[in-house]
Each structure stands twice: as C-alpha cells, then as structure tokens.
C-alpha cells in the first residue's frame, strides 16, 4: 500500500487528476514524488505537498490529513482502491469505471460524475450535483454505486442513465432530474423538486417526501419487492437500513408525465 501523507498549508486548490492505483504501480517512491500536480495556476512535484511511504504494487492508495482542498481525486479512476483518511475535495471518483473509493468524512461537490463504474462510499456528508452530468452533458451516472451516509446537496444524480445513489441522510432540491434509469434511495428527508422530467428510474423516499410536482400520479400502496432487494443489498455492503423498512408498504407515483411518465416515486409509509 501507498501512504500519502498531507503536508498542505494553504486552501489554494490542488489537482491530482493522473494520481491512480493503475497509472502508479511499477514506478518507484522518488517517480511518484515527481508526479506533476496543478497547486492553483503552477504545476508543482506531489512531493511538495505530500509524504509518500510504502509499496505500489498492490493497487491500493491511502490518504491521510484534511484534503478538503484537493480535487479530482480518483478522476477516470479504472481500478484498485483509493482510502481517504479525512475529508476530501471536488470531483472525487468523477468519470471513474472501476475500483473503490471510501472517504472517512465529507466529500466537495461533483462526486461521482458522470461514473460508469466503481464504487465511492462517503461516511461524511457530499456536496451538490453528487453522480450526475457536467453542465452540456446528457448523461450523468452511467454505471456503479454512491453510497453516502450523510446528507447530500442539490441536483444529485441530474441526467442518471444507470446505477446507484444511496443517501443516509437528507438530500437537497432537484433530485434526479432528467433521470432515465438508475436507483435513488434517500433515507432522510428530501427537498421539493425531484424527478423533474424524469423518464424512467426509480426513486425512494424513506424518510418522508415533499410535495411532488403536479406532474406525478399516485398509484397503488403496498410492498415493494425491488426495494427490498436493493435494502438488503445495501446492508450485506454495510450500509445502515432500518429493519421495518424491508417490509414496510410504499405509495408509487408515476411520472414526470411532462416527459415519458415511466419513472417510479416510492414514498414509504408510516408505520
């Protein structure tokens, strides 16, 4: 394993977009010291801000320190594992394909942007416009999972194509807007203006929901076979699900029936 250890001093932004498992093993500590990184408008040798022990032939990269100003950590990530010690900045895991990444605390905005594959797990909170697309783009998450423990910003999962977005705690406004297919499990409360033209996907609400936009129909109420398969697949990877939920009754509604109208709102009931 790698060690990275912080020895940053300021807030200006770094960048360490080319620092992956898969682009580092083979080379020696002094190559990896070398590695240029973007430290505001210079480029700088990583090991001005970090001290590197260990080995990279195991594919696995560990972080330690506030990295709060660090960003695109885990960019196009293929492979391996990444450990964040501490909090980390914007665009983690953006674009990645393969690998995993944990972080320990929060996590910037942008986390798993347009992903296609992979795993990131945050047990802190995230910031806005976690697993969706770049502003242009027409398609966010394609593939892979997000699981958050905290809360999480605006616009998540914006323009999702496939995959997974679980949210321990609360989410902001513009929940998975645009979305065509994917999951998105919130289990804490929800800002209004979710699923705005949504076409297929589903999204559920396990701590209460806000007013729906006028464009979703109710339908019918009891359980839900698919979202207690994705609960209990969310426990065997440790993520916190109350029991009653796995057997609890949900309210559907269908929309956005601006759009397609395919996708499903699930609103658990209370017990």
């Known amino acids: 394993m790698l060690t990275f250890i912080s020895r940053i001093t300021d807030s200006l932004p770094l960048e360490v977009s080319g620092l992956l498992p898969s682009k580092v093993a083979g080379q020696s500590l ?3 010291e070398r590695l240029p990184v973007l430290h505001g408008n210079r480029t700088l040798p990583l090991a001005e801000f970090f001290s590197v022990t260990g080995r990279a032939d195991d594919g696995k990269l560990r972080f330690v320190g506030d990295l ?7 960019e196009r990530m293929d492979a391996g ?4 010690a501490g909090s980390i ?3 983690l895991g953006a674009q990645m394909t393969g690998g995993e990444i944990t972080v ?23 910031g806005h416009a976690i697993g969706s697309a770049y502003a242009g783009s027409a398609r966010g998450m394609r593939g ?18 496939r995959g997974l977005l679980a949210v321990g705690g609360s989410a902001g ?12 499990l919130v289990f804490g409360a929800c800002a209004p203006r979710l699923g705005a033209n949504m076409r297929r996907g589903t999204i559920a609400l396990l701590g209460g929901a806000p007013p729906l936009l006028p464009t979703f129909r109710p339908g019918t109420v009891g359980p839900r076979q698919i979202l207690r398969m994705l609960l209990v697949h969310l426990q065997h990877r440790g993520f916190p699900v109350a029991a009653g939920l796995l057997d609890a009754e949900y309210q559907v509604f269908h929309g956005d029936l601006l ?9 658990a009931r209370q017990q």
């Open 68 to 74: 709060s100003s660090v960003h695109h950590l885990g």
């Open 173 to 184: 406004s513009f929940l998975a807007g645009d979305m065509l297919a994917g999951s998105v």
């Open 81 to 84: 594992t990444i450990h964040v």
């Open 259 to 267: 759009s397609l109208g395919r996708g499903e709102v699930f609103v």
């Open 144 to 161: 892979g999972s997000i699981l958050v423990h905290g809360n999480i910003g605006d616009e998540a999962a914006n323009c999702m194509r």
């Open 104 to 126: 320990e605390r929060d996590a910037g905005d942008f986390a798993g942007c347009e992903m296609r594959g992979g795993k990131i797990r945050i047990l802190g909170h995230a």
């Open 89 to 91: 900045g914007r665009h």
């Open 30 to 32: 002094a190559q990896i």
